[in-house]
């Protein structure tokens, strides 16, 4: 086997054109390079072919740890929640509005609603003092009307911030109907004639 001569640096240049790929070939190898269209991109573009490249299995991400497993339905308890909560909330304040409404007049006109509380309990006796007993009668309205707006207020304020505000509405018209029932009571309690008829029915 003999060794390729170095050209010498005064030796005239190929007078050949550069050969493209394939044109000085061997049948052969040309027909090895049809068959294998792969290796001839691998060797174009000094990469591993696309069928050879290995593949990567996608990695999962794993929970952080004491994370519970999210449920489909995980993220829908919480709106659902909050969305009865908010129809509660509203309906309780819409009934004590209509109770708050009913209500004023009736306490405003105190010897008319007196009469009526006195008719119910089958009680056939008079308010000594008609008069004293309106003052009392307004508080008692404004009692409510203010409560109700205060329980409103705080139950949409807490509406908004997210948290559960059914309760409010429901504590707000218990503690605010019971001060204006104890103001109702304070005349038919100082008056002698109302409370010996309600002692002798008692008895």
Known sequence: MTEAATPSPNASPDP???????EY????????????PDVTWALETGQ???AEAPAVAPTAVAPPLGAAPATPDASARPQRSR???RIVTFALLAYGLVNVISAFPAMVDYVAYT??????????VELSDPSGG??????????????????????????????????IPLVGGIVFTFVAAMLILVP???DPAVWDALVGTVR
Not at 16 to 22: A, F, N
Not at 25 to 36: F, H, K, L, T, V
Not at 144 to 152: E, I, Q
């Open 25 to 36: 070939a061997s049948p052969e190898e040309q027909q090895a390079r049809i068959r294998q």
């Open 134 to 167: 309106r003052p009392w009668g307004i508080a008692a309205a404004l009692v409510l009307a203010f409560g109700w707006l205060l329980t409103a207020l705080l139950a949409w304020v807490n509406l908004r911030r997210g948290r559960l505000s059914w309760w």
């Open 83 to 85: 969305a009865i909560d």
């Open 16 to 22: 050949r054109p550069r050969p493209q790929y394939g």
């Open 188 to 190: 038919i309690m100082n």
């Open 115 to 124: 009469d009526t509380m006195f008719e119910i309990l089958g009680l056939d």
């Open 48 to 50: 591993a072919s696309p």
